[in-house]
């Protein structure tokens, strides 16, 4: 049958479904479907973006004492300062501790007039007796956030090496200062220290203090001679006796980096 007359074979036949022009608009249905599609993608994006935006944020700033990436070096040594602590402060009376600080802490009449033989490895054990809580604790926490940031940049064996040496120098400068004194040295302050000193260095190097024009113009020495003369004036101020501890094992550490930088131990041209 000719639609248009003309009987050519070419007319639509309004019957057939692709001959119609239908517009169909979703049901309700449809429609809260998509709905609900576009929100779980624009949800399932926001996601991802954050998840890649915390990735670069932990690689550029990763967290400092992060549990899993605390060095080995802290999570031996701390454990080991608590339990020497507790084995030595729990169980024995007041008169035992003491005589333990004397035993065990660097006493320099030990070395002279009442001379024993335990006196010659007390340069060692006194970084590992405290004298009380708190004297662990502040010492504690500055192990752990200079000995973690030591320890990445230097790796653990070094790190225990130079707690170790600036304990070591930490004692020394205590005896040639006190001595034939009576008073022991007790705790980590000399090996603390020379972490400490490290840090400073490697601050200043990294542009830590260009703020000030004295370190501009000079380097590091005006950052050591400031903390020196800190030392010494608050123990002028407020007394107590370790702060030839804190200076020999600064000193130490400080000339460890001189040596291991330059290859001479003048740490005053660091």
Avoid: C
């Amino acid at each position: 049958m000719a639609m248009n007359g003309k009987g050519n074979g070419h007319d639509k036949d309004p019957n057939k479904d692709e001959d119609k022009k239908v517009v169909k608009f979703p049901t309700l249905a449809d429609r809260d479907r998509l709905r609900k599609e576009k929100i779980e993608k624009e949800e399932s994006w926001r996601k991802e973006y954050k998840a890649k935006q915390k990735a670069i944020n932990t690689t550029a700033n990763p967290p400092f004492l992060n549990v899993g990436n605390i060095p080995l070096f802290v999570k031996i040594m701390m454990p080991l300062l608590i339990i020497i602590h507790a084995a030595i402060h729990l169980p024995l009376s007041e008169l035992q501790i003491m005589q333990t600080y004397q035993m065990f802490g660097v006493t320099p009449t030990h070395f002279g007039a009442e001379f024993t033989p335990l006196a010659l490895i007390t340069p060692i054990t006194h970084i590992f007796v405290h004298g009380g809580w708190m004297h662990l604790i502040f010492n504690g926490v500055m192990l752990t956030a200079l000995g973690t940031f030591f320890a990445r940049e230097f790796g653990d064996k070094v790190a225990l090496v130079l707690f170790i040496l600036s304990g070591l120098g930490g004692a020394a400068l205590f005896l040639a200062l006190n001595w034939g004194g009576t008073f022991p040295l007790i705790g980590a302050s000399g090996g603390v220290s020379g972490f400490f000193g490290v840090f400073l260095i490697m601050a200043q190097k990294r542009g830590g203090f260009n703020q000030f024009s004295a370190v501009q113009k000079y380097g590091s020495l005006p950052i050591i001679g400031f903390w020196l003369g800190f030392m010494v004036l608050t123990t002028l101020i407020f007394g107590g006796h370790s702060w030839e501890a804190h200076i020999g094992g600064f000193l130490t550490g400080i000339m460890w980096l001189s040596w291991l930088l330059h290859g001479h131990l003048k740490f005053w041209k660091l």
